[in-house]
């Protein structure tokens, strides 16, 4: 059974770093085509695709958000770390990770997720 | 990056009804859409990948087809849990891309 589970700080202040952790179990980053990512949903508004790690520490980052995002994982562990630097009020949301499979010939998709956790920018 | 636009954005049916949403990628996305529910308070849920292959333990009154740049997700007998909030999402580039979003709503 696959589950994804994030963690972190639910507020932050205005121009700090936030460090989430999305533990996973049910499958492993250390197998070929296994991919985790996060995504995020500011309150009522659409989904934003942040990152991703490969099973092969290849990473991906939003073009937009990559001078402030960092991704890596912990195989060891079962965990992928993302960390976001100068946090701002807009950046106040539903932070979720989710699973990608890269399998030949087949298109990736968000196949299992975690619940999310409300990270909240204020002072 | 590669836009995807969602038409409507919202929706009033009722049970019973036959709905189509379509989603349209800004270039050829070929076919890697997929499509999402997501209900208040929860996790998007993947309902169909690869624009047409629905996904394991999604009911098959839930369709999708599509190519290029252009895709529908059909509901043929909307059900009272259906209603909810639906993503279609590319994969073809980096960045992945998610449409704006269609609510259903009941009638």
């Known amino acids: 059974q696959v589950t994804l589970r994030e963690s972190g700080p639910a507020l932050v202040i205005p121009t700090q770093t936030v460090t989430l952790t999305c533990t996973f179990s049910?499958?492993?980053?250390?197998?070929?085509?296994?991919?985790v990512n996060w995504i995020r949903q500011p309150p009522g508004k659409a989904l934003e695709w942040l990152a991703r790690?490969?099973?092969?520490?290849?990473?991906n980052y939003s073009p937009s958000l990559r001078t402030r995002l960092t991704i890596s994982k912990d195989t060891s562990k079962n965990q992928v770390v993302l960390t976001m630097t100068n946090m701002d009020p807009v950046d106040t949301a539903t932070y979720y990770c989710?699973?990608?499979?890269?399998?030949?010939?087949?298109?990736?998709?968000?196949?299992?997720w975690g619940h999310g956790a409300l990270v909240t920018v204020s002072s | 990056d590669i836009q995807m636009t969602q038409s409507p954005s919202s929706l009033s049916a009722s049970v019973g009804d036959r709905v189509t949403i379509t989603c349209r990628a800004s270039?050829?996305?070929?076919?890697?859409l997929s499509w999402y529910q997501q209900k208040a308070g929860k996790a998007p849920n993947l309902l169909i990948f690869?624009?047409?292959t629905l996904q394991s333990g999604v009911p098959s009154r839930f369709s999708g087809s599509g190519s290029g740049t252009d895709f529908t997700l059909t509901i043929s007998r909307l059900q009272p849990e259906d209603f909810a909030t639906y993503y279609c999402?590319?994969?073809?580039?980096?960045?992945?891309?998610f449409g704006q979003g269609t609510k259903l709503e009941i009638k």
């Open positions: 270039q050829s996305i070929t076919g890697y």
């Open positions: 049910g499958f492993s980053l250390s197998t070929s085509g296994m991919c």
């Open positions: 690869a624009a047409s």
């Open positions: 790690v490969d099973w092969d520490d290849e990473k």
């Open positions: 999402q590319q994969s073809s580039s980096i960045p992945w891309t």
């Open positions: 989710a699973r990608t499979s890269n399998l030949i010939e087949v298109p990736p998709a968000f196949d299992f």
